[in-house]
C-alpha cells in the first residue's frame, strides 16, 4: 500500500479533461511514449496507475496476482457504490466463484446458442431500419443511437432474459445515467432504480417462467441452491448491462468510424465478405469501453518495470493496448482488411467476454442491414460537433444524425 499524503494525491496528474474524453488516443499516444505506467488521478481525484502498453495490459489481464475483489483494495476503492446484489457479479469475483457462476451462465452464450439467433437479430434489425427510413422520410433524419444502435441489443438482451418490452428503454436509459460523473445524485438514483428493477425482474421470472436464460438461473437457485439471491440478482444485473451497453455503442461508433474512413465503407459495401474483418477493426479502433475492470495486486508487483504495492489501484487501458504501434502496424490507421485482429476489446484470461459471439453477430447484421438498405446514408451533422459521453471509462456517442 503507498503512503501518499493528500498533496502527493492533490499533485497527481489529471489526464482526462474534456478534449481527452473526446478524443483519447492522443493522450494515449504520448503515455505510451514516456511510460508504459503511469500514477494519475481519475476525474473524482482516485489515485491510480494507469498501464498502457499492449504487453503489459495482456499479461495484466491474465495474472492471477491482479485481483478484481474490491475487498482487496488497500486504498479502500469504492468505484460505483452497488448494493451486494449487483456487486456479487463475475467483474468483481476472482477464479474460484467466477468459474462457478461462469459455468452456469455460458450455455447461454455458446456459438451454437448464439447462432439460434441469428434470424431473431436480423427481424429486429429490419425492424428498425424501417422505422429509420419513415423518420428520415417524415423528419429528414433520423438518430441512428435513439432509433436504431440502442434499441436493438436491448431488444435481443430483453428476450434473452425476459424482460417485458415497456421496461426495456427506461433500464437503457437508466443504465445510461450510470455513466455521467458531472451528476452523482443521478448515478445514485439510476443505481437504485437498476437495483429494484431487477428484484422485481427475478421476482416476475420466478413467478411466471418462460424458458429464457434468467428462468434457467432461478431455477438452478431454487432446484439446486447453487446460486445465491444476490448472486442471480448480480447476474442478471450483468448480462444486461454487459449486454446491451458495448454493443449499442459499438454500432454507432462503427458506422461513425466508417464515415470518416469513406474508402473504407466504399470497400465494404462493394465487398460484404469484407464484414467480419471489419467488425473486428471496429473492436480494436473504436471500442466504446476503454479500461478493462480495476485490480488490485495480492502482492507487491513489476509492472512495466513499476512495482505496484499490494492493494493500490491498477487500470488496464484496453483502449491505449489496442493503438501500440508495437503490437500493430500503422495502429491509427483504421483498416478493414488488417490481418492482426487480436485486439484485446473483448478482454483476456479467464475474463474474456462471455458475450463476445452475440457482440460480433449484433454489430455484423446492424451494420450490414444499414448499408443494404441505406445506399446514400451520411451524418446530418458535423461529426466533429457530434456529442459524446463524459466518462473516461467509456467513450460513447450521445446522438449520431443521418440523412439518407
Not at 494525491?9 to 483519447?24: G, H, I, S, V
Not at 451497453?245 to 461513425?256: D, F, K, P, V, W
Request: proline share 8%; aromatic share 6%.
Amino acid at each position: 500500500m503507498t503512503t501518499e499524503t493528500s498533496a502527493e494525491r492533490e499533485a497527481l496528474p489529471q489526464p482526462f479533461d474534456a478534449a481527452c474524453l473526446k478524443d483519447p488516443y492522443p493522450l494515449y499516444a504520448r503515455l505510451r511514449a514516456e511510460h508504459p505506467v503511469h500514477r494519475i488521478a481519475l476525474p473524482d481525484g482516485s489515485p491510480v496507475w494507469l498501464v498502457t502498453r499492449e504487453a503489459d495490459v495482456r499479461a495484466g489481464l491474465a495474472d492471477p496476482r491482479l485481483s478484481v475483489n474490491k475487498a482487496d483494495s488497500g486504498e479502500g476503492y469504492k468505484g460505483f457504490s452497488l448494493p451486494p446484489a449487483l456487486d456479487a457479479n463475475l467483474l468483481n469475483i476472482d477464479p474460484d466463484h467466477h468459474l462457478r457462476l461462469r459455468r452456469l451462465i455460458s450455455k447461454g452464450f455458446t456459438p451454437r446458442s448464439v447462432e439460434a439467433l441469428r434470424e431473431r437479430v436480423q427481424a429486429t434489425a429490419d425492424r428498425l431500419a424501417d422505422g429509420l427510413a419513415q423518420r428520415i422520410e417524415k423528419d429528414g433524419s433520423a438518430d441512428i443511437v435513439a432509433d436504431y444502435s440502442l434499441p436493438l441489443p436491448m431488444a435481443v438482451i430483453g428476450d434473452l432474459l425476459g424482460v417485458p418490452e415497456a421496461d426495456r428503454r427506461p433500464f437503457a436509459d437508466r443504465t445510461a445515467e450510470m455513466f455521467t460523473p458531472e451528476h452523482p445524485r443521478q448515478i445514485a438514483e439510476a443505481v437504485d432504480f437498476l437495483h429494484r428493477f431487477l428484484i422485481d425482474l427475478v421476482a416476475l421470472r420466478r413467478a411466471e417462467p418462460d424458458g429464457n436464460l434468467l428462468s434457467e438461473l432461478i431455477a438452478v437457485r431454487d432446484d439446486g441452491d447453487r446460486l445465491s439471491e444476490d448472486e442471480l440478482v448480480s447476474l442478471a444485473f450483468l448480462i444486461l448491462l454487459g449486454g446491451s451497453e458495448n454493443a449499442q455503442h459499438l454500432i454507432s461508433a462503427g458506422l461513425l468510424t466508417l464515415f470518416e474512413h469513406p474508402e473504407q465503407l466504399e470497400a465494404l459495401r462493394a465487398a460484404p465478405g469484407l464484414l467480419p474483418g471489419a467488425v473486428e477493426e471496429i473492436h480494436r479502433f473504436a471500442m466504446p469501453q476503454q479500461m478493462a475492470v480495476r485490480r488490485f495486486p495480492l502482492e507487491t508487483m513489476d509492472v512495466g518495470g513499476v512495482d505496484i504495492p499490494s492493494g493500490d489501484t491498477v487500470l488496464l487501458c484496453l483502449a491505449s493496448a489496442n493503438r501500440d504501434p508495437d503490437r500493430y502496424p500503422d495502429p491509427d490507421r483504421f483498416d478493414i482488411r488488417r490481418e492482426d485482429t487480436g485486439h484485446l476489446s473483448l478482454g483476456h484470461g479467464i475474463h474474456y467476454c462471455l458475450g463476445a459471439p452475440l457482440a460480433r453477430m449484433e454489430v455484423g447484421i446492424a451494420l450490414d442491414t444499414l448499408l443494404r438498405r441505406f445506399p446514400d446514408l451520411a451524418p446530418a451533422a458535423p461529426v466533429d460537433e457530434l456529442p459524446w459521453r463524459t466518462s473516461f471509462r467509456s467513450r460513447a456517442l450521445v446522438s449520431l444524425p443521418v440523412t439518407a
